[in-house]
C-alpha cells in the first residue's frame, strides 16, 4: 500500500522559510517521480515543482522559481520542499505526490498517489 506522508506545515511569517517533508511508502521509487503541489482556498491546484526519483532532477513552477529547492533523501524515502522568502499568497494546503513518469511532470492527473496534504499559512 502506498502511503505517502507530508509534514511540516503551520504559520509562518513574511520572508520566512519552510520545510516541508513528504515520507513515502509501498513505492517502487525508481519508476516515480515526486512532486509537490498546492491548493488555496477557492483556486485550483497548482504545481509547485517535482523531482524524478533516480536521478534528483528538479523541475520548479515559474512562480516559485529560485525561491523553492526540492530534494530526496533516499535513505530516509522522503522528499523534500524548502521554500525562503514566504509571501501571503503562500498560504495553500501543500500535497506531495507521486506518479509513474519519468519526467517532471507538473499536470496533476500525471500523479498516481497523493498525501493528505499539510496547512501552510503565511502572515502578513
Known amino acids: 500500500q502506498v502511503q505517502l506522508v507530508e509534514s511540516g506545515g503551520g504559520l509562518m511569517q513574511t520572508g520566512g522559510s519552510l520545510r516541508l517533508s513528504c515520507a513515502a511508502s509501498?513505492?517502487?521509487?525508481?519508476?516515480?517521480?515526486m512532486g509537490w503541489f498546492r491548493q488555496a482556498p477557492g483556486k485550483e491546484r497548482e504545481f509547485v515543482g517535482s523531482?524524478?526519483?533516480?536521478?534528483?532532477?528538479?523541475y520548479y513552477a515559474d512562480s516559485v522559481k529560485g525561491r523553492v529547492t526540492i530534494s530526496r533523501d533516499k535513505a530516509k524515502n522522503t522528499m523534500y520542499l524548502q521554500m525562503n522568502s514566504l509571501k501571503p499568497e503562500d498560504t495553500a494546503v501543500y500535497y506531495c505526490?507521486?506518479?509513474?513518469?519519468?519526467?517532471?511532470?507538473?499536470?496533476?492527473?500525471?500523479?498516481?498517489?497523493w498525501g493528505q496534504g499539510t496547512q501552510v499559512t503565511v502572515s502578513s
Open positions: 523531482i524524478i526519483w533516480t536521478n534528483s532532477r528538479t
Open positions: 509501498g513505492l517502487t521509487f525508481s519508476r516515480y517521480t
Open positions: 505526490a507521486a506518479g509513474s513518469v519519468l519526467y517532471g511532470s507538473s499536470r496533476p492527473t500525471d500523479y498516481d498517489y
